[in-house]
């Protein structure tokens, strides 16, 4: 069970009506709190506002939001999760459920979002005819100079342009939709449906559905303090992600096949060119490669369905059981077709990786990741369920 704590200090106390939540996602950013929190006092000036730190931290960042809230301007509340679900976006949207008003402006901990943008933001959505507005490093005299380096500002350049691509009715009037910095009214949002898994929570809001949006120039700074959290890992959470929303899970699934079965003709052919039989080395490039596929499916497909299921031996011992099942069907039939048709190994091991996809998809989505039983329903109904629950995962909707 996921469990959380909130707390509350500082200004603002009692009973004064908050109008305006701002949500600081944390992960060890202790040295930026008590400048981060000086810096939106400032900004927010006389409005009725809390800072929502909802913090995952491993270090004191807990405790230094706790002295800086002693003496703080503003209503200071701390969520510290134990379990980090959905990373980032994930906390997030924890804050979104928390906040006191409906009214919420998102930004990062490490101050390269300056506070001192909050009131611009504010008097663009007062305007009262958009339900988000995202401060942009892309629009007007916006800049993204607190990139790391040349590689930084190509990545995130080159993740944007993709991502409008993907997305382009929607993200339409968006320059920067994977910015962290926007405000939102989270009445329009079903936080239900979100389903966030890394740190690109905007992406996740405007894909889900159409918005009136409009942008705010800001520069992006230089950290105050303390290091990037940017990874590869991060970045393939943002693939995974992006290939969620666009495509739903089935292509996600595929997506992690298709990286499977790249491998897969990749092992055949390297050990057939060594040398070894192409039955040996179907076989080994079949165990490597069933390993590497249930541990992608396990972060980039699944991983909102893991909580429910078997745990994590079980889930491997189904997958693995069954995929060796499927090569022992499958593989004879690359012999069949090598032996009697005339087929390169290497084609007859693509072709059947094709169709053994969609077998793979079904059986994971309704047994190995399937939620334990509660014995209300019989399991005929309980797998009709599920098919129907996993045929209406969503895509661009």
Excluded at 54 to 71: K, M, N
Excluded at 183 to 189: F, S
Excluded at 264 to 288: H, M, R, S
Aim: aromatic letters at 8%; proline letters at 4%; a neutral charge.
């Amino acid at each position: 069970m996921r469990r959380w704590f909130s707390r509350h200090w500082g200004g603002a106390a009692g009973g004064t009506a908050i109008d305006l939540s701002i949500i600081v996602p944390t992960y060890n950013e202790a040295p930026n709190v008590a400048e981060l929190v000086r810096r939106v006092t400032d900004a927010v000036q006389s409005r009725q506002t809390e800072i929502v730190f909802v913090d995952d931290s491993t270090d004191d960042t807990p405790d230094v939001i706790r002295e800086v809230a002693e003496t703080a301007g503003v209503s200071v509340r701390l969520i510290h999760r134990d379990e980090k679900t959905g990373g980032l976006g994930g906390a997030v949207v924890e804050g979104l459920r928390q906040a006191q008003s409906d009214l919420c402006l998102v930004m990062d901990g490490d101050l390269q979002h300056p506070p001192e943008k909050i009131p611009d933001v504010l008097e663009r959505f007062e305007r009262g005819d958009v339900d988000v507005v995202v401060a942009s490093r892309y629009v007007g005299g916006g800049t993204a100079h607190g990139l790391a380096d040349r590689t930084r500002v190509l990545v995130s350049k080159a993740s944007t342009a993709l991502t409008k691509a993907m997305f382009p009715v929607k993200l339409r009037d968006v320059t920067d939709p994977m910015t962290g910095f926007f405000l939102i009214d989270r009445r329009t949002v079903d936080l239900q449906t979100l389903k966030p898994r890394g740190f690109k929570i905007l992406l996740e809001i405007l894909a889900r559905k159409p918005f009136r949006v409009a942008e705010v120039p800001f520069d992006f700074a230089d950290r105050h303090a303390g290091e990037s959290k940017a990874s590869l890992g991060q970045g393939m959470h943002f693939v995974a992600q992006l290939t969620a929303l666009r495509f739903g899970k089935m292509s996600l699934f595929a997506l992690v096949g298709g990286l499977g079965a790249v491998a897969n003709v990749f092992i055949v052919w390297a050990l057939t060119q060594l040398g070894v039989d192409y039955l040996v080395a179907a076989i080994v490039a079949a165990e490597v490669t069933i390993i590497g596929n249930f541990l992608l499916i396990e972060h980039f497909v699944f991983q909102d369905m893991r909580g429910a299921a078997s745990g994590v031996w079980i889930r491997f011992a189904k997958s693995f059981a069954f995929n060796n099942a499927e090569a022992v069907v499958r593989i004879p039939v690359v012999a069949l077709m090598v032996s009697s048709g005339h087929v390169s190994a290497v084609v007859a091991t693509a072709i059947t990786l094709v169709v053994a996809f969609f077998v793979r998809f079904v059986f994971h989505s309704l047994v190995v990741y399937a939620p334990k039983r509660t014995g209300k329903h019989s399991v005929a109904r309980e797998v009709l369920e599920e098919m129907d629950e996993q045929a209406l995962q969503p895509g661009e909707l």
